[in-house]
């Protein structure tokens, strides 16, 4: 203790000792301080943290018939293991597996601002399979995620429902898939997909462009509309237009237009090689005509696209229009009509073309295979 000019001591430990001192006994005890009894807490359950694991539960019944509907025999097991079986035994003598994922990008965007859920899982299957295709595979199975924030029940059996009907479009089994319910990780009302499928091909008919030759014609099937491609530009002109979902194109509302699910190449496509030699195939997605068609052409050669050579559809012309869009940016952004396209000699187009017509499927010879020469290997006009 330091004593201070004055006398006092300056120490608060025994200032406040001296104080308590001078409180009477029973002043002391009405001034007690006790300490309360902290109340119960309740125990936290997995929906307290946004998981309901019920409603969970609630999906997979509903969608069972669903899936059920997309089995082939050589399921084995059914649906609910931990992994999907399929039987390749009896079906392949030199099988070549090919793989293939992909989404939907924000055409979910759009169906979102319709409410339109139903149809967005056949785009997710198409954008797989017509992929795997190329190769000349023929997709086995598929297997789907849907993530979201906050499960809806309705919304989801609405999107694995469009899903099961691609796979029955496509002759695929629905072996499989996750349902994450993830909280805070997605805003009310948002879900994203992702799609997975594999198919195989016996390894002598494998399509690898080794075939393909100066002269070879392309066939171009028609696509259904944008598919699923180029939607961040077409929600841009949309907005820019003030968004008339309800504008007449021809007898079809352009919101029709555009949610027109992505067309299923898979059984016109397979039969076709079972019964003509066709050389390369290419599936017009992201990229469009630019990008994806001169993907599978050997280097050694280069592609002349006619764009003339078929009419553009009309959500394509008031796309085009409405946004001002150069025919450019046309060409490397949508499909513009041109959905899958097959290489095959001169000589082996007029049998196709009269499969194709027997089949229902509009197709136009949009172009040739040229020699590459010196500059661009595509040249589009």
Same mark, same amino acid.
Request: glycine share 10%; aromatic share 6%; proline share 6%.
């Given at each position: 203790?330091?004593?201070?000019?004055?006398?006092?001591?300056?120490?608060?430990?025994?200032?406040?000792?001296?104080?308590?001192?001078?409180?009477?006994?029973?002043?002391?005890?009405?001034?007690?301080?006790?300490?309360?009894t902290p109340p119960a807490v309740s125990g936290l359950t997995y929906r307290d943290a946004g998981v309901d694991i019920d409603a969970g539960n609630e999906v997979v019944e509903r969608i069972k018939p669903l899936v059920k509907r997309t089995m082939r025999p050589e399921v084995l097991g059914g649906v609910g293991l931990f992994g999907g079986l399929f039987d390749l035994s009896n079906r392949y003598r030199e099988p070549v597996l090919v793989s293939g994922t992909? #989404?939907?990008?924000?055409?979910?965007?759009?169906?979102?601002?319709? *409410?339109?859920?139903? $149809?967005?899982?056949?785009?997710?299957? !198409?954008?797989?399979? *017509?992929?795997?295709?190329?190769?000349?595979?023929?997709?086995?199975?598929?297997?789907?995620?849907?993530?979201? #924030?906050?499960?809806?029940?309705?919304?989801?059996?609405?999107?694995?429902?469009?899903?099961?009907?691609?796979?029955?479009? !496509?002759?695929?089994?629905?072996? @499989?898939?996750?349902?994450? /319910?993830?909280?805070?990780?997605?805003?009310?009302?948002?879900?994203?997909?992702?799609?997975?499928?594999? %198919?195989?091909?016996?390894? $002598?008919?494998?399509?690898? $462009?080794?075939?393909?030759?100066? @002269?070879?014609?392309?066939? %171009?099937?028609?696509?259904?509309?944008? =598919?699923?491609?180029?939607?961040?530009?077409?929600?841009?002109?949309?907005?820019?237009?003030? $968004?008339?979902?309800?504008?007449?194109?021809?007898?079809?509302? &352009?919101?029709?237009?555009?949610?027109?699910?992505?067309?299923?190449?898979?059984?016109?496509?397979?039969?076709?090689?079972?019964? =003509?030699?066709? =050389?390369?195939?290419?599936?017009?997605?992201?990229?469009? &005509?630019? /990008?994806?068609?001169?993907?599978?052409?050997?280097?050694?050669? #280069?592609?002349?696209?006619?764009?003339?050579?078929?009419?553009?559809?009309?959500?394509?012309?008031?796309?085009?229009? /409405?946004? *001002?869009?150069?025919?450019?940016?046309?060409?490397?952004?949508? *499909?513009? #009509?041109?959905?899958?396209? &097959?290489?095959?000699?001169?000589?082996?187009?007029? !049998?196709? /073309?009269?499969?194709?017509?027997?089949?229902?499927?509009?197709?136009?010879?949009?172009?040739?295979?040229?020699?590459? @020469?010196?500059?661009?290997?595509?040249?589009?006009?």
């Amino acid at each position: 203790m330091v004593p201070q000019p004055d006398g006092r001591v300056h120490d608060r430990a025994a200032a406040s000792m001296n104080a308590a001192a001078k409180i009477p006994a029973s002043r002391a005890r009405e001034t007690a301080v006790t300490t309360p009894t902290p109340p119960a807490v309740s125990g936290l359950t997995y929906r307290d943290a946004g998981v309901d694991i019920d409603a969970g539960n609630e999906v997979v019944e509903r969608i069972k018939p669903l899936v059920k509907r997309t089995m082939r025999p050589e399921v084995l097991g059914g649906v609910g293991l931990f992994g999907g079986l399929f039987d390749l035994s009896n079906r392949y003598r030199e099988p070549v597996l090919v793989s293939g994922t992909d #989404g939907v990008g924000t055409k979910l965007i759009l169906a979102k601002q319709l *409410n339109r859920h139903d $149809s967005i899982g056949q785009d997710l299957v !198409a954008m797989c399979v *017509n992929d795997v295709l190329v190769q000349g595979a023929e997709p086995l199975f598929f297997l789907d995620y849907f993530a979201t #924030g906050k499960l809806d029940v309705e919304t989801t059996v609405q999107v694995v429902a469009g899903i099961a009907r691609g796979c029955e479009i !496509a002759g695929c089994a629905l072996i @499989g898939g996750e349902t994450a /319910e993830m909280p805070d990780m997605y805003p009310p009302g948002e879900y994203d997909l992702a799609g997975f499928t594999v %198919g195989a091909v016996e390894k $002598s008919k494998l399509i690898d $462009s080794t075939k393909v030759r100066a @002269g070879d014609v392309l066939i %171009g099937m028609a696509s259904s509309g944008p =598919h699923s491609n180029g939607y961040s530009l077409v929600r841009k002109i949309l907005q820019r237009a003030g $968004s008339p979902l309800d504008l007449d194109l021809g007898g079809v509302s &352009l919101a029709d237009a555009l949610m027109e699910p992505t067309r299923i190449y898979v059984k016109p496509v397979l039969e076709l090689l079972a019964k =003509h030699d066709i =050389h390369a195939m290419a599936h017009v997605t992201g990229g469009a &005509l630019v /990008e994806k068609i001169i993907r599978v052409v050997p280097q050694e050669f #280069g592609l002349e696209i006619d764009t003339s050579s078929w009419p553009l559809p009309a959500v394509f012309d008031w796309l085009q229009r /409405e946004g *001002n869009v150069a025919r450019e940016e046309m060409w490397r952004t949508f *499909n513009c #009509g041109i959905g899958y396209v &097959l290489m095959a000699a001169p000589g082996d187009v007029a !049998a196709i /073309e009269a499969d194709l017509d027997r089949q229902g499927l509009a197709h136009w010879r949009i172009g040739q295979v040229v020699p590459a @020469g010196e500059g661009e290997r595509l040249r589009i006009d």
